[in-house]
């Protein structure tokens, strides 16, 4: 007997499934019978061949965005080798650049602590240099930038530079009020340097309390015209030195100057 033809039947149109719904295959059979569960989807990223969820993406950011250093480097080299993908493994060319850039962090490290290290020897060195220098002032005679004054009873010098020759000059001594206790009329002056004493006392010869003084000059050319001055500047003896977080401090009738503001040094007189 002929076999019977199959006739394939097509569903009614609305029986047919939509283009859009897929297709779900079903679940392989093991030769055991059961039925394995199909794998669940996972997202995932690939960095150099590391295949890591996509929830680590932000953490992978955050780590490349800091500095590295050699241990950080290595670290990271040898997590990638023990997550790489096994169907797309870290290739012998790529292997070899990580490890050549390794070797280079490797090297800019050592650099960087041997800079170190040479900074803070020449910093040694330099402040050895300084507290010598500024132990051997002791008991010279300087000159010192600035227009501070120390009056603790003995006759205070003073001085300025002068650029051009003026029609008239004056000097104020101002206490720490700013109240002017003293003023010297100079008169006429070629320029240059003007050196000045002041024996403590105001105009009236009374003898001003011992402490911290200012003075200012004002000098004017035969037009009138104001004379910006040039340097002002205090002399005396270096007395003792001090050693603070600012740094090293020579001291002049009880007024600290550092090292940097000092113009010249002398024997005293």
């Not at 059979?29 to 993406?57: C, F, H, K, Q, Y």
Request: charged content about 20%; overall charge negative; proline content about 7%.
């Amino acid at each position: 007997m002929p076999p019977t033809a199959r006739r394939r039947c097509t569903p009614p149109p609305w029986r047919r499934p939509r283009k859009s719904r897929a297709c779900t295959a079903p679940a392989s059979r093991p030769m055991n019978g059961s039925v394995e569960p199909s794998p669940v989807p996972m997202e995932t990223t690939s960095l150099n061949g590391i295949a890591s969820p996509a929830s680590d993406t932000t953490a992978l950011t955050n780590a490349a965005s800091r500095t590295l250093d050699r241990d950080d480097f290595l670290l990271m080299l040898v997590t990638q080798l023990q997550n790489q993908d096994p169907l797309n493994p870290l290739q012998g060319h790529e292997f070899a650049a990580q490890l050549a850039q390794f070797s280079s962090v490797e090297q800019l490290t050592n650099i960087n602590e041997a800079i170190k290290g040479s900074q803070e020897a020449n910093n040694l060195l330099a402040q050895s240099i300084n507290s010598g220098v500024a132990a051997g002032l002791i008991g010279k005679e300087i000159d010192a930038l600035g227009n501070e004054l120390g009056w603790i009873g003995e006759p205070v010098r003073l001085g300025f530079e002068l650029p051009r020759a003026a029609a008239s000059v004056e000097v104020q001594i101002l206490d720490d009020t700013g109240k002017t206790v003293r003023t010297f009329d100079l008169g006429k002056e070629a320029g240059g340097l003007i050196d000045l004493t002041w024996d403590g006392t105001d105009g009236n010869g009374n003898v001003q309390p011992n402490g911290r003084y200012t003075f200012e000059v004002t000098a004017v050319d035969a037009s009138g015209e104001a004379i910006g001055i040039d340097n002002t500047y205090t002399r005396g003896t270096v007395d003792r030195i001090s050693f603070s977080s600012e740094g090293i401090r020579l001291w002049i009738d009880d007024l600290p100057v550092s090292m940097s503001s000092v113009l010249t040094v002398r024997n005293p007189s």
